[in-house]
């Protein structure tokens, strides 16, 4: 069985948690993977912020993530993060040896106080100052790195999958 990983690239508010949700997959053979919901859980157990266990523990959840997607016998896996930078992702696809690598990148929408949802979400404030550095920071993804496709996100995560599985 060939392995595919399809890897969501954006900013904070791009959309990609937003369009899994959306997609409602049901297929066993797709495991989505969000390594930012296990880091939210623990910074709401611990009582601290989003961001301090995020960037004091990303490595250590980017390598449970990485184990639970090799242990799994998924043809498909999604992973749903930001995955910024070429460095980070091609540290993620140096790990996952044989699989063929798709990403969907989600451009940054426009920063606006009105769907600034992350203020909920991750009981931070993503204000307009962390919006402008994750833009500077994101590099959209290159062939160069490995992808067999590269699409911008069009409401098509079902299709993509579909298109891998051939049906």
Known sequence: ???HLIMLTGILGSGKTKAINESKIRDKNV???SPNRSIKKRA??????????????IQVYTNITLDKIINSNSEIVIWNQ???????????MDSLVGFKFHSIYFDPPEYTEANNNYQDIYSEIYNKNKYELFKRIYQKPDYFEGFETIEDYSGKIIGKINN????
């Open 31 to 33: 495991l989505i993977v």
């Open 164 to 167: 891998i599985q051939g049906k």
């Open 82 to 92: 930001e995955n910024l930078t070429v460095e980070s992702r091609k540290l993620k």
């Open 1 to 3: 069985m060939t392995r």
């Open 44 to 57: 709401d157990t611990e009582g601290r912020s989003f961001i301090d266990v995020y960037s004091q523990n």
